[in-house]
T-cell receptor, first 108, second 113 residues
């Protein structure tokens, strides 16, 4: 069965510092991985997906199949990045499994 | 901009009562999902529809939960009877097709007393 683990419930960094939100997964097939974000008082929304290989709002995430990881990174955090971040894995039929989430706080 | 609509936004009920939640997906989206999110956890998929057909309901507690999407558009999730452990946020999402980006509604926060 597929599983997504986000080891950090809380992460706090200062503005301008690099940030990395960790995500590890377990799945025997070829996973499709996503990062979703929820800003305060807003809906859960897609941040990025690994197949698109895009950089969204300065964030990137690389799929490492050897380490079964999909960590989210940004070189210079901004205060507006403060939010709840969820890593998610999808099987072929789009059965999405979410991690427990990491709350990122970017301090001024 | 089109959004997923859900109602009610908040629901307080007593245990053993019946509750129902409604979701209207983005127009034209064939795939609809219901998730349950317990405080401090990520969303957990309860049921997934493709048009009016259930694709996956393996995580739906079928003794008390039911979901329908009769015309392949809007959907209703029902709990009968509600239990204390059902207190959670219930999220609806839709996507144009399978494996597409999912768009989430604002959720219904259920409190069972």
């Amino acid at each position: 069965a597929q599983r997504v683990t986000q080891p950090e419930k809380l992460l706090s960094v200062f503005k301008g510092a690099p940030v990395e939100l960790k995500c590890n997964y377990s799945y025997s097939g070829s996973p499709e991985l996503f990062w979703y974000v929820q800003y305060s008082r807003q809906r859960l929304q897609l941040l990025l997906r690994h197949i698109s290989r895009e950089s969204i709002k300065g964030f990137t995430a690389d799929l490492n199949k050897g380490e079964t990881s999909f960590h989210l990174k940004k070189p210079f955090a901004q205060e507006e990045d403060s939010a709840m971040y969820y890593c998610a894995l999808s099987k072929d039929n789009n059965d999405m499994r979410f991690g427990a989430g990491t709350r990122l706080t970017v301090k001024p | 901009e089109a959004e997923v609509a859900q109602s009610p936004r908040y629901k307080i009920t007593e245990k053993s009562q019946a509750v129902a939640f409604w979701c209207d997906p983005i127009s034209g989206h064939a795939t609809l999902y219901w998730y349950r999110q317990i405080l401090g956890q990520g969303p957990e998929l309860l049921v997934q529809f493709q048009d009016e057909s259930v694709v996956d309901d393996s995580q739906l507690p079928k003794d008390r939960f039911s979901a329908e999407r009769l015309k392949g558009v809007d959907s209703t999730l029902k709990i009968q009877p509600a239990e204390l452990g059902d207190s959670a946020m219930y999220l609806c999402a839709s996507s144009a097709r399978l494996v597409d980006e999912q768009f989430f509604g604002p959720g219904t926060r259920l409190t069972v007393l």
